[in-house]
């Protein structure tokens, strides 16, 4: 048998899947603490999961993806919110990064001096479309000049200017590299060169400073950031699920214990009224919204929803604010019954209900022609999305997950253009990552493997 281990880096845990290459299937699973050098946590799990494969095996592979150490740390520059910023932004999301920060408009001295206190690992600078600004784009770089702290930097701007921004940058950054803009005109996005540009960064720069191994192994092994892992994973989804041409989209959820993570893909034709940024394939990260050092997060964004849960006098008053703050203050802490295991639950109900409607579009009535009221789609519109993938750790383990997903999709507003019919799948096996990892060199078997440990989802 051939096999691949695949593993994800996280900050709490290191998880190793044996896949056979041959079939495509999972042959084996390990997992052990993220502690000390990487790669013993590595070692460990890796040799957990080949003590599950049946019969001789040869390791023909070995990728990785991580997000141990933070994970990848960026900021994004635009002119407009709207547009250039909004794509920098999704480059930089799509890219696998926690994205620090988003500074848009003319740019000041406190927008310098808050780049220099977040102090990020990657700077994506945008800003005009390919026949627009050039004169502010210039003055924001003159701006930040100063304020880089060594970090590295993409520049993806108006093309006529780009080169001068990068002379402007080059002198207080680490480095400074110019691909193509953003967005070149209203409606058309690419993001993919300066999305793979972060990526060789992220290998060649930010995974080596962070010293989590000393071993050159670890370099070696990582190819990706784990959320640029589950976005691909995502793109096969929508690719393979439903019938050719038909384009039904999916979407891929991580509730975590700090964050809670949404992706979707929509591929297919362009809608009739194109968007002026175009995001077919999306992240976004909400980082209040956790059920561990996020839920006082979860609380503060839902609390009333999360206190009907858990009315007087069953719990007294101060309970559910005694337990966020217990969660923020033992983030490891496990809670198999009672009434802490329903408050996870919730909780998680609350970090998904929350964060698809933050992500998904919405429906909105506006004045149209003659002053008649107009029904409009503000994109993305999720709605004929035909798989919803479920993952995190709580919903792994929990008995009946899917009816956790449910009930958040029943909390959305009836404005939110989110998937209300898709089928919901949990990903028990850490399956996404792993497909994400193989799909640049081996598509086939990314495919095939979610095709043979999601059936549900891609059936």
Same mark, same amino acid.
């Given at each position: 048998?051939?096999?691949?281990?695949?593993?994800?880096?996280?900050?709490?845990?290191?998880?190793?899947?044996?896949?056979?290459?041959? $079939?495509?299937?999972?042959?084996?699973?390990?997992?052990?603490?993220?502690?000390?050098? *990487?790669?013993?946590?590595?070692?460990?799990?890796?040799?957990?999961?080949?003590?599950?494969?049946?019969?001789?095996?040869?390791?023909?592979?070995?990728?990785?993806?991580?997000?141990?150490?933070?994970?990848?740390?960026?900021?994004?520059?635009?002119?407009?919110?709207?547009?250039?910023?909004? $794509?920098?932004?999704?480059?930089?999301?799509?890219?696998?990064?926690?994205?620090?920060?988003?500074?848009?408009?003319?740019?000041?001295?406190?927008?310098?001096?808050?780049?220099?206190?977040?102090?990020?690992?990657?700077?994506?600078?945008?800003?005009?479309?390919?026949?627009?600004?050039?004169?502010?784009?210039?003055?924001?770089?003159?701006?930040?000049?100063?304020?880089?702290?060594?970090?590295?930097?993409?520049?993806?701007?108006?093309?006529?200017?780009?080169?001068?921004?990068?002379?402007?940058?080059?002198?207080?950054?680490?480095?400074?590299?110019?691909?193509?803009?953003?967005?070149?005109?209203?409606?058309?996005?690419?993001?993919?060169?300066?999305?793979?540009?972060?990526?060789? *960064?992220?290998?060649?720069?930010?995974?080596?400073?962070?010293?989590?191994?000393?071993?050159?192994?670890?370099?070696?092994?990582?190819?990706?950031?784990?959320?640029?892992?589950?976005?691909?994973?995502?793109?096969?989804?929508?690719?393979?699920?439903?019938?050719?041409?038909?384009?039904?989209? $999916?979407?891929?959820?991580?509730?975590?214990?700090?964050?809670?993570?949404?992706?979707?893909?929509?591929?297919?034709?362009?809608?009739?009224?194109?968007?002026?940024?175009?995001?077919?394939?999306?992240?976004?990260?909400?980082?209040?919204?956790?059920?561990?050092?996020?839920?006082?997060?979860?609380?503060?964004?839902?609390?009333?929803?999360?206190?009907?849960?858990?009315?007087?006098?069953?719990?007294?008053?101060?309970?559910?604010?005694?337990?966020?703050?217990?969660?923020?203050?033992?983030?490891?802490?496990?809670?198999?019954?009672?009434?802490?295991?329903?408050?996870?639950?919730?909780?998680?109900?609350?970090?998904?209900?929350?964060?698809?409607?933050?992500?998904?579009?919405?429906?909105?009535?506006?004045?149209?022609?003659?002053?008649?009221?107009?029904?409009?789609?503000?994109?993305?519109?999720?709605?004929?999305?035909?798989?919803?993938?479920?993952?995190?750790?709580?919903?792994?383990?929990?008995?009946?997950?899917?009816?956790?997903?449910?009930?958040?999709?029943?909390?959305?507003?009836?404005?939110?253009?989110?998937?209300?019919?898709?089928?919901?799948?949990?990903?028990?096996?850490?399956?996404?990552?792993?497909?994400?990892?193989?799909?640049?060199?081996?598509?086939?078997?990314?495919?095939?493997?979610?095709?043979?440990?999601?059936?549900?989802?891609?059936?």
């Amino acid at each position: 048998m051939n096999v691949a281990l695949l593993a994800d880096f996280g900050s709490t845990f290191t998880k190793v899947l044996a896949v056979d290459l041959d $079939a495509a299937v999972i042959a084996g699973h390990g997992l052990c603490p993220s502690g000390g050098d *990487l790669m013993d946590s590595y070692d460990k799990a890796a040799g957990a999961a080949l003590g599950q494969v049946r019969g001789p095996a040869t390791v023909a592979l070995e990728l990785a993806a991580s997000s141990a150490g933070g994970g990848l740390r960026m900021a994004a520059v635009g002119l407009v919110p709207e547009l250039t910023a909004l $794509a920098a932004q999704t480059a930089a999301l799509n890219a696998g990064a926690r994205l620090l920060a988003v500074l848009a408009g003319r740019l000041t001295g406190a927008d310098a001096a808050r780049l220099s206190a977040l102090a990020p690992e990657i700077v994506l600078f945008a800003g005009g479309t390919d026949d627009g600004q050039q004169q502010r784009v210039l003055d924001n770089a003159a701006a930040i000049a100063g304020s880089l702290a060594g970090a590295h930097v993409v520049v993806a701007c108006n093309r006529a200017v780009g080169r001068m921004v990068a002379g402007l940058l080059a002198p207080g950054a680490a480095s400074v590299t110019v691909v193509p803009n953003v967005l070149p005109e209203l409606g058309r996005t690419r993001t993919g060169p300066a999305r793979e540009e972060i990526g060789r *960064l992220f290998l060649r720069h930010v995974i080596a400073g962070k010293r989590l191994s000393a071993s050159p192994r670890f370099a070696a092994l990582v190819r990706m950031a784990t959320p640029d892992a589950v976005l691909r994973a995502a793109v096969l989804c929508a690719e393979t699920a439903g019938s050719p041409g038909e384009g039904p989209g $999916a979407i891929v959820t991580d509730v975590g214990g700090a964050t809670t993570d949404v992706y979707s893909a929509v591929p297919g034709p362009p809608a009739a009224r194109a968007p002026l940024v175009s995001r077919p394939v999306m992240r976004t990260v909400q980082g209040d919204l956790g059920l561990r050092s996020g839920a006082a997060g979860v609380l503060a964004a839902d609390g009333g929803w999360l206190a009907a849960q858990f009315p007087a006098p069953a719990y007294g008053p101060g309970w559910l604010a005694a337990a966020c703050a217990r969660r923020q203050a033992e983030p490891a802490a496990v809670y198999g019954y009672g009434p802490q295991l329903l408050l996870d639950r919730a909780l998680a109900v609350s970090c998904l209900a929350r964060a698809l409607q933050r992500h998904a579009g919405t429906r909105v009535v506006r004045p149209g022609p003659g002053g008649r009221a107009e029904v409009r789609h503000l994109d993305p519109d999720l709605t004929g999305c035909r798989v919803l993938v479920a993952g995190g750790g709580l919903l792994r383990a929990a008995d009946r997950p899917e009816e956790v997903v449910r009930a958040a999709l029943d909390r959305l507003p009836a404005a939110a253009l989110a998937p209300r019919q898709a089928r919901v799948v949990i990903d028990r096996g850490y399956v996404l990552a792993a497909a994400g990892l193989l799909a640049p060199a081996h598509p086939k078997v990314a495919a095939d493997l979610l095709r043979h440990e999601l059936p549900e989802a891609i059936s």
